[in-house]
């Protein structure tokens, strides 16, 4: 994936958390990697806030950091935001309140990554609290891991997402084995200056295309005359 793609998917983010909290939020990307599913839950602490959804066929994850959610439940309740919040689980009272920051962040990711990959806009599954819980993806799966820092009028967090690594591969295999395209009818008859080391000449495209290892172009000039 593009390093630019994934940065524009964070400044949507951003924006829209900006617009639901009425708070300075920054989310940008600071690390793309691909690594196995198990070795992500593994550099996730707990408590955690993991929700899954579909992506392409598969399923992704979305992890953030208990301390943002915490920051945007004393939000809509009445409180500022900007305090900073120690990460502890979220309780059932204020899970609502986390499935909707997961949902407005997938949205966001969904709309800013749409030219690379097909996300869902919403949770498919409830949410894990704990590293433990978060089994939605083979352990052994190879992962793309969007890593994004947040920052701002909140406290200083992490956002990831997970998406299938495979899906990206298809991609590529895809664009590297599309068959080259003909030319069409008219091009052959178009005239291509070649240019020699020791001599020019000017031949028609159809005869450049039908040029095959080991033949010879004859040159306008003898052997001996001047470049």
Same mark, same amino acid.
């Given at each position: 994936?593009?390093?630019?793609?994934?940065?524009?998917?964070?400044? !949507?983010?951003?924006?829209?958390?900006? =617009?639901?909290?009425?708070?300075?939020? !920054?989310?940008?990307?600071?690390?793309?990697?691909?690594?196995?599913?198990?070795?992500?839950?593994?550099?996730?602490?707990?408590?955690?806030?993991?929700?899954? #959804?579909?992506? *392409?066929?598969?399923?992704?994850?979305?992890?953030?950091?208990?301390?943002?959610?915490?920051?945007? &439940?004393? !939000?809509?309740?009445?409180?500022?935001?900007?305090? !900073? #919040?120690?990460? =502890?689980?979220?309780?059932?009272?204020?899970?609502?309140? *986390?499935? =909707? #920051?997961?949902?407005?962040?997938?949205?966001?990711?969904?709309?800013?990554?749409?030219?690379?990959?097909a996300m869902a806009k919403e949770p498919s599954g409830a949410a894990a609290l704990h590293v433990?819980?978060? =089994?939605?993806?083979?352990?052994?799966?190879?992962?793309?891991?969007?890593?994004?820092?947040?920052? *701002?009028? &909140?406290?200083?967090?992490?956002?990831? &997402?997970?998406?299938?690594?495979?899906? #990206?591969?298809?991609?590529?295999?895809?664009?590297?084995?599309?068959?080259?395209?003909?030319?069409?009818?008219?091009?052959?008859?178009?005239?291509?200056?070649?240019?020699?080391?020791?001599?020019?000449?000017?031949?028609?495209?159809?005869?450049?295309?039908?040029?095959?290892?080991?033949?010879?172009?004859?040159?306008?000039?003898?052997?001996?005359?001047?470049?």
């Amino acid at each position: 994936m593009d390093p630019g793609e994934a940065s524009h998917a964070g400044t !949507r983010v951003g924006e829209a958390l900006t =617009r639901w909290l009425q708070l300075d939020i !920054r989310v940008e990307c600071v690390a793309v990697e691909t690594q196995r599913y198990q070795a992500f839950l593994g550099s996730l602490a707990s408590p955690c806030l993991v929700f899954p #959804f579909a992506c *392409g066929g598969q399923s992704g994850a979305l992890a953030i950091d208990p301390a943002v959610v915490l920051a945007a &439940v004393d !939000r809509v309740l009445g409180g500022t935001g900007k305090s !900073r #919040f120690v990460a =502890r689980t979220v309780t059932s009272v204020e899970m609502p309140i *986390g499935n =909707r #920051f997961a949902a407005c962040a997938l949205q966001a990711f969904a709309e800013g990554l749409s030219d690379v990959v097909a996300m869902a806009k919403e949770p498919s599954g409830a949410a894990a609290l704990h590293v433990r819980q978060a =089994r939605f993806v083979g352990p052994e799966r190879k992962c793309l891991v969007l890593t994004y820092s947040v920052a *701002g009028d &909140v406290a200083e967090a992490q956002i990831q &997402v997970v998406l299938p690594a495979m899906l #990206f591969q298809a991609k590529g295999n895809s664009e590297t084995n599309r068959p080259a395209v003909a030319p069409p009818p008219s091009l052959p008859g178009v005239g291509v200056e070649v240019a020699a080391r020791m001599a020019e000449t000017t031949i028609t495209l159809a005869d450049l295309l039908a040029l095959e290892r080991g033949d010879v172009v004859t040159l306008d000039a003898e052997w001996g005359d001047p470049p």
